[in-house]
Every structure is written in structure tokens, then in C-alpha cells.
């Protein structure tokens, strides 16, 4: 299976792309994860990447479309994946397309995490991840860690994101409306796009996922 997922920012998109990876057997790629991997281990990309990702704006396409095709090409990918946070503007879903084109192969879904804009500003002042491996996620009330500030996954410490600050978050919706959703409707017309509420426990939206995603 080759799947989208398509959600504001802090709609749970991360959360559920853990559970739905290991549910459907394919690697979970999200290119915010990659960046901040190139960040603390001070590659140029993740110096690249950085001043970007702190004002909330998209990493110019020409860095992100080549890491997320490198990352595509790996060998855990060639029976599929779930892309998280890419593509996120209509040059990167033509990138995307192509790249699959070329591969003879196409996206069997795009799963639209439906949250209001309520919801994912309280879901992101309280998400805290990890400092060894950012898709260990967590939420001071809506999913504790089993200690304070420690890892479930790893042990590793749990902080706030640098991009989590009030301004940020504003200016990362603000970018969300305006270049990453008009890619449903590109994905609509492609007939490809499945939409669900993503409120409730996150093993609720899982379950919700899972039933509406096709089975093949
Ligand atoms: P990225 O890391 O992709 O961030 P995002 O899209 O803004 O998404 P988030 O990680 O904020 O949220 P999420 O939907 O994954 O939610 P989560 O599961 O954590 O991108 C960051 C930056 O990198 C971008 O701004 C950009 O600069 C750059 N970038 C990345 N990709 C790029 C691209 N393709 N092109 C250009 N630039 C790119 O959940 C949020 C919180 O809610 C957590 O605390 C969680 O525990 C909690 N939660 C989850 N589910 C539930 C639930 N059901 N109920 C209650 N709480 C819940
Ligand atoms: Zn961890």
C-alpha cells in the first residue's frame, strides 16, 4: 500500500502513522521527522532545513523532494509506505506523482485527518517528543508518558518542539490553508482521497482509519 496522510498541523498525523505503519506492515516516512533527524545530527540539510522549520515555513522543495524520493527509494519501501507531512504543495504532489510514474507505480489512498482548529492548537501546546527520535510522541494530558518527561519508547528525555511556540503554530496553520490543502482537491479529482474525523482516542481514529482505507 502506497498512503498519503493529509492533516493540519498537530491533527494527530504522526500518532496515527505509527499504529497504521504496524498495522499495515509498511515503513512510516514523514519528512518533518527526517528534517529534524538532519538537525540534531548537524548535517548541512538540517542546517538547511532549520531556519525554515522555526518560522513555521515549507523547506524549499528542491531539498525536501530529493530527501523524500532518497528516503522512497530505500529497501523497507518497496512494498509500500505512509507519507506523513509530504507532499505538503501541489510541486511537491506532481514531484510525488512522477516519481511514481517513473517507478510504474501509484498511491492506492490519501487519508484526510479531519480536526478542528481548536482542537489541534490544544493537541500542540501540550505534545512533548522525544530527543533521541521525534515520532516518539506524546501529550501532557491527552497521552502521558508512564513517567514525567520520559520516553515510553526509549527512555530518552521529552521536550517541547522548537516550532511549537504560539507565533509558529499561527504562522504553520496560516501555510497549512494556503499551499498544503489545496493538494486534497488535486488528490479529489484523482479520486484518491478518504476523509475521517481524527477526534477521540487515538486508538478510535485508528480503528476509523483502518476501516476506511481500501484493502487491497
Ligand atoms: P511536521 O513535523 O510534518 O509537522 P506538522 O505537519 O506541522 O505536523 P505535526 O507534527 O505538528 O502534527 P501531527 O499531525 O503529526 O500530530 P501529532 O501526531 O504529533 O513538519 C514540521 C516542519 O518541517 C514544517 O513546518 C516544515 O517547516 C518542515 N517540513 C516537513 N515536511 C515538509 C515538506 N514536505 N515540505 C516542506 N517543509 C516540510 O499529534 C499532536 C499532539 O496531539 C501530540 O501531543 C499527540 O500526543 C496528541 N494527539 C494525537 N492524537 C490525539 C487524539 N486522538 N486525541 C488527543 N490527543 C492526540
Ligand atoms: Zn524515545
Redesign the pocket.
Known amino acids: 500500500m502506497r498512503i498519503v496522510l493529509v492533516?493540519?498541523?498537530?491533527?494527530?498525523?504522526?500518532?496515527?502513522?505509527a499504529y497504521l505503519a504496524k498495522n499495515l506492515s509498511i515503513p512510516h516516512i514523514?519528512?518533518?521527522?527526517l528534517?529534524?533527524a538532519n538537525i540534531s545530527q548537524g548535517t548541512p540539510l538540517g542546517v538547511q532545513?532549520q531556519e525554515?522549520?522555526r518560522?513555521?515555513?515549507?523547506?524549499?522543495?528542491e531539498v525536501?523532494i530529493g530527501m523524500?524520493k532518497d528516503r522512497m527509494h530505500q529497501p523497507d519501501a518497496e512494498q509500500g509506505f505512509l507519507l506523513?507531512?509530504?507532499?505538503?504543495?501541489l510541486a511537491?504532489a506532481e514531484a510525488l506523482d512522477a516519481i511514481l510514474k517513473q517507478d510504474g507505480l501509484r498511491l492506492d489512498a490519501v487519508l484526510d485527518?479531519e480536526v478542528p482548529e481548536d482542537e489541534?492548537v490544544k493537541?500542540?501546546a501540550?505534545?512533548?517528543?522525544c530527543r533521541n527520535d521525534?515520532s516518539h510522541?506524546?501529550?501532557?494530558t491527552?497521552?502521558q508518558p508512564q513517567a514525567e518527561g520520559v520516553c515510553d519508547a526509549c527512555g530518552g528525555e521529552l521536550y517541547q518542539?522548537d516550532?511549537?511556540r504560539e507565533d509558529t503554530v499561527r504562522k504553520?496553520l496560516e501555510?497549512?490553508h494556503s499551499e498544503t490543502e489545496p493538494i486534497i482537491d488535486y488528490y479529489k479529482a484523482q479520486g484518491l482521497v478518504v476523509t475521517i474525523s481524527?477526534?477521540?482516542?487515538?486508538a478510535?481514529?485508528t480503528q476509523r482509519a483502518m476501516e476506511a482505507l481500501p484493502s487491497r
Open positions: 492533516g493540519p498541523p498537530g491533527a494527530g498525523k504522526g500518532t496515527q502513522a514523514s519528512t518533518g521527522d528534517f529534524r532545513a525554515y522549520m518560522a513555521g515555513r515549507l523547506v524549499p522543495d525536501t523524500a506523513d507531512g509530504f507532499p505538503r504543495n511537491q485527518l489541534v493537541r500542540i501540550g505534545r512533548r517528543i521525534s510522541v506524546f501529550h501532557v491527552y497521552n518542539r516550532d511549537d504553520r501555510v497549512y481524527a477526534l477521540g482516542k487515538v478510535e481514529v
